[in-house]
């Protein structure tokens, strides 16, 4: 929860004070979402490591004859 509420603050903080610019402020918005979407990514990637993949088996015989 104080994860979240500091990255929400920080653009915010960043705009309110002059100290820094625009591009800062985009730069730490930016950065954080990037590295939570490649987390989640080799996430799903991990899974399929130890999971496998799911596909389909193609060779099976028809029911119907």
């Known amino acids: 929860m104080i994860a979240v509420l500091t990255l929400a603050s920080i653009p915010i903080l960043g705009l309110y004070f002059d100290t820094t610019s625009v591009v800062a402020v985009v730069l730490e ?10 987390w989640l990514g080799l996430s799903k990637l991990e899974k399929q490591f130890y999971e496998g993949r799911t596909v389909p088996p193609r060779n099976l015989p028809e029911s119907g004859r």
């Not at 918005?29 to 490649?38: Q, R, V, Y």
């Open 29 to 38: 918005t930016i950065i954080p979402l990037a590295f939570g979407a490649a």
